[in-house]
């Protein structure tokens, strides 16, 4: 054996918090290769948000799930934050959309050439993901696994351990730092080979087996990032919007007017640190919810239409008047007294 | 305190996860070993979070405090490499 055979390699991890990054590393770990695990930030990978605000969630455990699995397998976990380049990887997909507003290809694509700029600044030899051949339908194609090693510079450099047997030998294996035998064959949608494998290794608890923390491939997400971007006259957007749209309920009352409404006290909470960013509603007469407006009232019905949605979800929505307090951003606040609205009143096309 | 010590603090109240984690990352980068942070956060999810990530990285919690709704962690900084 030389001396370079002997020498440990090193490799990054691209960890989700998934199973698959978790039994992608593992293998490789087993082959005696010093890994550390990466895990970008693109503002849409919001699940800990959630599980953070709303307490509906508050049996979850509130755990960052890539944190969890570095330490389940005694790695450094290094979480960067992409936020601002992720904006041109969603605005502008290469390769479109997949059935929602997900760019998965682009995505992928994009966080492994990240992972590419790594590993260079870091002095590591090959990059690993939990990728298995035709696991899914955008990024994870037999025919779309080579995009993303070409147009993300990881070329060879990329090995996928649980599909590797399935894919032509990466640098990793030809150079013997890693033994292709001991790498897998999986593919498919089939969750069976990696429960096994993850049997094998004694992996009890883990997260989202079939991944996906997206929030790009959630249809209610989707339809509220579209409302947003149909009604805005640019398309950027601010972490602050897209935390957002995860938050209340969303009735879009005009182009230029959607109001946020709590929907339990977890989120009300939440919201209230955002009300020297928008103009806010809520009720003093009864208990309930804190609306927040995005835009502007262009007449006094869309006012009157607001107090009365948020009078109904307040607890006085039976009562024949709710008084409501509106906060201007600089502070200043006016009361109003108003009946709530009909549950038939409110018009389905408003709800986003 | 040591005289080679020095207490830094980081405000990340109204962030949620994971950036608590990712300011509390790009903070303790930038000190020295020996150095305190206190880190204080209005997300829950920090309370757990945040130690995970100084235990994998080598770094030391020494004091976790709730104040309303403010967790105020202590790390003391662990620069290994």
Sequence with gaps: ????????????????????SMLAVKVIQEQGVHVEGINFFTGFCV??????V???????QKRNNALWVAEQLGIKLHIVD???????ILLNPVHGYGKNINPCLDCKTFMV?????????????????????????????????????????????????????QLPPTLAEREGWLDREKLYDFSGRTRKP?????????FKDYAQPAGGCCMLTDENYAVKLQDMWTNRPSRDYELDDIIMLKMGRHF???????IIIGREEGENNFMQGYKSQFVSIFPTSHPGALCLVDGEFKADQELNQALALVARYSQGKNSPEVTLNVRQMDGTEQEYNIAPMAADAIKKEWLV | MSNNQTEHQLDARRLLCPLPVIRTQDAVNKLHSGD?????????????????????????????KEREHEIIITIKVNQQD
């Design chain 1, 194 to 202: 990696q429960m096994a494998l993850a049997a094998q290794f004694g």
């Design chain 1, 1 to 20: 054996m030389n001396q370079q055979q002997k020498q440990q390699r090193k490799a990054v991890a691209l960890v989700s918090g998934g199973l698959d």
């Design chain 1, 47 to 52: 699940e800990g948000h959630t599980h953070a």
């Design chain 1, 252 to 258: 879009r009352l005009a182009p230029h007017l959607k």
């Design chain 1, 54 to 60: 709303r307490k509906k969630h508050k049996d979850k």
């Design chain 1, 82 to 88: 992409v936020v601002e380049e992720y904006k041109d």
């Design chain 1, 113 to 165: 050439k990240k992972a590419v700029e790594w590993i260079k600044e870091h002095d590591f030899d090959f990059i690993i993901t939990g990728e298995v051949v035709g696991q899914r339908p955008m990024s994870q194609r037999r025919e779309t696994m080579p995009i993303v090693e070409k147009e993300s510079g990881g070329n060879d450099l990329l090995v996928r351990p649980l599909s590797a047997q």
């Design chain 2, 36 to 64: 305190l942070l206190i880190v204080t956060s209005t997300d829950p999810g920090a309370k757990m979070d945040i130690p995970t990530w100084c235990r994998i990285n080598g770094h030391e919690v020494i004091d976790i």
